[in-house]
């Protein structure tokens, strides 16, 4: 997956700047990939799939790295930025069945279907709407989870992000999409991220042309309100944004390991901004590690404010206490 979401930006360069030599120089296992039987939310999460890629990044020995934005840490290193956010593929979470239940939904399986999943935010949110499910970690890339799904008869299903599927070319095997009624999708999901240095100029403004502006907003806000959390993969925090008529609409939740106590409110904020010339010291703002010089600043400034001030809301009603619990929860099993 990771492979094909490079590609895919190089692909879209290469359109952009036909005289430029792209070359896909370095393949690299990170830590994430490395340790495959401790869920994530236990390995500690910092950079979790990002450090290896920054120390190349650093050396320069590549020039630009592509991610899943929802991987990307919402403080980034000094001296890197978030150059690109390329146009986001659909944000939700699918279910794959295994093939016995083809044609189910997750309220059809029978009492005590074992569901794999690696995602505190999704379990968490799972089991308070399906009380008869039970779920269970399970690691490993995509290619590894549907053959430990379908090979063995431990999981009845598995819960993905549909955009990595979709990338795949195995949108067939979605067998149900969970809207924002089922389950609130992770900060940053669908979106693909270029990180660069941040002081190489003519890395960033060759990127930046890969940004889309509608992409860019939402996933500032979803990033700013994680950031304000002090959430991360081992606590569930879930959002959902909506960008419609020059206003953008966050809705943000945390919720208990068990999905039995929660938080969840939406609030909206004007986005409609001209785009000004701000060139000059302002030049390369970064917003949550995100330089976006050609969407409209004060537009990134509204998104930025919006995820700290749906943030501070849930703070103020106790969120701080759900997640710290999970937290403890999360490190004592």
């Given at each position: 997956l990771?492979?094909?979401?490079?590609?895919?930006?190089v692909?879209?360069?290469?359109?952009l700047y036909p005289?430029l030599?792209f070359?896909?120089?370095?393949?690299?296992?990170?830590?994430?990939d490395?340790?495959?039987?401790?869920?994530?939310?236990?390995?500690?999460?910092?950079s979790?799939?990002?450090?290896e890629?920054?120390?190349?990044?650093?050396?320069?020995?590549?020039?630009?790295?592509?991610h899943?934005?929802?991987?990307?840490p919402?403080?980034?290193?000094?001296g890197?930025?978030?150059g690109?956010?390329?146009?986001?593929?659909?944000?939700?979470?699918?279910?794959?069945?295994?093939p016995?239940?083809?044609?189910k939904?997750?309220s059809?399986?029978?009492e005590?279907s074992?569901i794999?999943?690696?995602?505190l935010?999704?379990?968490?949110?799972?089991?308070?709407k399906?009380?008869?499910?039970?779920?269970r970690?399970?690691?490993?890339?995509?290619?590894?989870?549907?053959?430990?799904?379908?090979?063995?008869?431990?999981?009845?299903a598995?819960?993905?992000a549909?955009a990595g599927?979709?990338?795949?070319g195995?949108?067939?095997?979605?067998?149900q999409?969970?809207?924002?009624e089922?389950?609130?999708?992770a900060?940053?999901?669908?979106a693909?991220a270029?990180e660069?240095?941040?002081?190489d100029q003519?890395?960033?403004?060759?990127?930046s042309?890969?940004h889309?502006?509608?992409?860019?907003?939402?996933?500032i806000a979803?990033?700013?309100?994680?950031?304000?959390?002090?959430g991360?993969?081992?606590?569930?925090?879930?959002v959902?944004?909506?960008?419609?008529?020059?206003?953008?609409?966050?809705?943000?939740?945390?919720?208990?390991?068990?999905g039995?106590?929660?938080?969840?409110?939406?609030?909206?904020?004007s986005?409609?901004?001209?785009?000004?010339?701000?060139?000059?010291p302002?030049?390369?703002?970064q917003?949550?590690?995100?330089?976006?010089?050609?969407?409209?600043?004060q537009a990134?400034?509204?998104?930025?404010?919006?995820?700290?001030?749906?943030?501070?809301?849930?703070?103020s009603?106790?969120?701080?206490?759900?997640?710290s619990?999970?937290?403890?929860?999360n490190?004592?099993?």
């Amino acid at each position: 997956l990771a492979r094909i979401q490079t590609d895919s930006v190089v692909v879209m360069l290469r359109e952009l700047y036909p005289d430029l030599c792209f070359e896909i120089a370095v393949a690299m296992s990170t830590t994430g990939d490395k340790i495959l039987d401790t869920a994530l939310s236990k390995i500690g999460e910092k950079s979790l799939f990002t450090k290896e890629l920054e120390n190349a990044l650093e050396r320069n020995e590549v020039d630009l790295v592509v991610h899943s934005l929802k991987d990307l840490p919402t403080c980034l290193p000094p001296g890197f930025t978030i150059g690109a956010v390329c146009k986001r593929e659909n944000p939700l979470d699918a279910v794959v069945f295994h093939p016995k239940n083809c044609g189910k939904t997750l309220s059809l399986l029978p009492e005590k279907s074992v569901i794999g999943t690696s995602s505190l935010r999704r379990a968490a949110q799972l089991k308070k709407k399906f009380p008869h499910l039970e779920f269970r970690d399970i690691r490993g890339n995509l290619n590894t989870r549907l053959k430990k799904l379908d090979e063995k008869e431990d999981f009845s299903a598995i819960i993905l992000a549909a955009a990595g599927l979709k990338r795949m070319g195995w949108e067939n095997r979605i067998g149900q999409l969970l809207g924002p009624e089922d389950c609130l999708h992770a900060v940053g999901q669908g979106a693909l991220a270029v990180e660069v240095r941040a002081k190489d100029q003519e890395i960033l403004n060759m990127v930046s042309a890969l940004h889309d502006a509608d992409t860019v907003l939402c996933c500032i806000a979803e990033r700013a309100f994680m950031k304000r959390l002090e959430g991360g993969c081992s606590v569930p925090v879930a959002v959902n944004t909506l960008l419609k008529d020059g206003q953008l609409y966050l809705t943000g939740a945390v919720y208990s390991l068990d999905g039995s106590d929660s938080l969840k409110e939406t609030m909206q904020t004007s986005v409609n901004y001209p785009h000004l010339n701000e060139d000059g010291p302002n030049d390369d703002v970064q917003h949550v590690g995100i330089t976006a010089k050609n969407v409209p600043g004060q537009a990134q400034e509204a998104a930025e404010n919006l995820g700290v001030e749906l943030a501070s809301l849930l703070l103020s009603k106790g969120a701080k206490h759900i997640l710290s619990v999970a937290r403890q929860l999360n490190d004592a099993r």
